[in-house]
């Protein structure tokens, strides 16, 4: 179902009012995790200001270690959506087991499954079960095939409203946090007509290598971008390290902007 051969025209995803696929460059912005109401309320209007047209923000956090922030679970969740209630912004937010999507999925409008979670086939079965967008994350070392297979697993459940997204691979370079493979945009546009998104906050690891991969990731042909902003990286709960300030995300919009041709 998500090949291309069997399905020429290239994929749109209907989200509220707005669309992922097709001719729009859906940016996703926001904080690595909710922290606080004034937090996820202040990041999403800021964004919101500099014209993303997505908020993302971790509730319900997969983290190396048991012991790092966990995410605010459901209190989270019910920030996410008074920050959506402020501003309007579609949520974006991961959850990680089907109890989880059982219990939540009427509250988000795309459900983030985590690179972590690429190959958890029953959380993919019981994806496929409902009907809300699916973004789905390439795995920590997972191939090109791979996760066309896992989104296929989504889509033979009868929900076909999935968008891929490359967000770096393990390699023998440590330098970055992963390897950013934008050719795997360009190998799934040839394989199959879903939208892909590029996440380069953490295919990098790094907030100053950001915006220039997001640039990279439109001219190559991406249909979005997931960033992570944050008021205060070096506070940051999470992933400061690769989190961008409001700032200079609304300089990267008006490239982005630029090199996609939007308004
Ligand atoms: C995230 O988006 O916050 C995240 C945990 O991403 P990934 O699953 O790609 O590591
Ligand atoms: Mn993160």
Redesign the pocket.
């Known amino acids: 179902k998500a090949n291309r051969s069997f399905h020429p025209e290239n994929t749109v995803i209907p989200v509220g009012s707005q669309a992922i696929g097709g001719n729009q460059l859906a940016i996703i912005a926001g904080p ?2 909710v922290e606080s109401r004034d937090q996820i309320i202040g990041i999403a209007k800021d964004v919101k200001a500099a014209g993303a047209g997505f908020l ?1 923000g ?1 509730a319900f ?3 190396s270690s048991p012991y790092s922030f966990q995410g605010m679970q459901e209190a989270g969740l019910e920030l996410l959506k008074q920050a959506k209630q402020a501003t309007g912004l579609p949520i974006v937010t ?1 959850i990680m087991s089907i109890s989880q999507l059982e219990q939540y999925h009427e509250d988000i409008d795309v459900i ?7 190959q958890n086939f029953d959380l993919l079965k019981a994806a496929g079960q409902i009907n809300k967008p699916i973004l789905l ?2 795995g ?1 070392s997972a191939t090109i095939e791979e996760l066309l297979m896992s989104a296929e697993y989504i889509m033979a459940g009868g929900n076909e409203n999935v968008i891929l ?1 490359e ?2 691979i393990r390699t023998f370079e440590t330098y970055t946090r992963n390897t950013l493979d934008l050719s795997a945009v360009l190998a799934i546009k040839k394989l199959s007509h879903l939208p892909v998104i590029v ?1 380069p ?2 295919a990098a690891g790094l907030w100053w290598m950001v915006e220039s991969l997001s640039k990279a990731a439109v001219a190559v042909g991406a249909d979005g971008v ?1 960033i ?1 902003v944050h008021q205060d990286p070096s506070n940051a709960k ?2 400061g390290q690769q989190s961008i300030k409001p700032e200079r995300f609304a300089a990267l919009m008006n490239s982005l902007r630029e090199i996609a041709r939007i308004d």
């Open positions: 690595c995790s993302r971790g956090k997969p983290r991961e983030q499954i985590g690179a972590r979670n690429m994350k390439r920590l997204c967000r770096g996440d906050s953490h997931i992570e999470c992933d």
